[in-house]
């Protein structure tokens, strides 16, 4: 059973940085793609960040600039670097990993951004 364990979530003041980690139980070359989700309170979930298992990344205009997401191949985990964070960047984020047509989901860690 493919598992995706999120961390690194929590409370941060405006202009701060966090970074999230997305661990698998599996070797992160076996998905085809790894990406970050985010949903805010009466909102939809909206893609943050996605890497391709070639390293190609590609991020959301709201974060472009401020967020990076890497990879640490030895430890089987996808990272999401966030500066300059915003009020509007409070949210769940999940990370999603696509592995033969199969979309696999962690269960979401809190990031709050406060004034």
């Known amino acids: 059973q493919v598992q995706l364990v999120e961390s690194g979530g929590g409370l941060v003041q405006a202009g701060g940085s966090l970074r999230l980690s997305c661990a698998a139980s599996?070797?992160?070359?076996?998905?085809?793609?790894i990406r970050w989700y985010r949903q805010a309170p009466g909102k939809e979930r909206e893609l943050v960040a996605g890497?391709?298992?070639?390293?190609?990344?590609n991020y959301a205009d709201s974060v472009k600039g401020r967020f990076t997401i890497s990879a640490d191949n030895a430890k089987n985990t996808v990272y999401l670097q966030m500066n300059s964070l915003k009020l509007e960047d409070t949210a769940v984020y999940y990370c999603?990993?696509?592995?033969?047509?199969?979309?696999?989901w962690g269960q979401g860690t809190q990031v709050t951004v406060s004034s």
């Open positions: 999603n990993g696509y592995q033969w047509g199969i979309d696999y």
């Open positions: 599996s070797s992160i070359f076996s998905f085809s793609v």
């Open positions: 890497r391709i298992s070639s390293g190609n990344t």
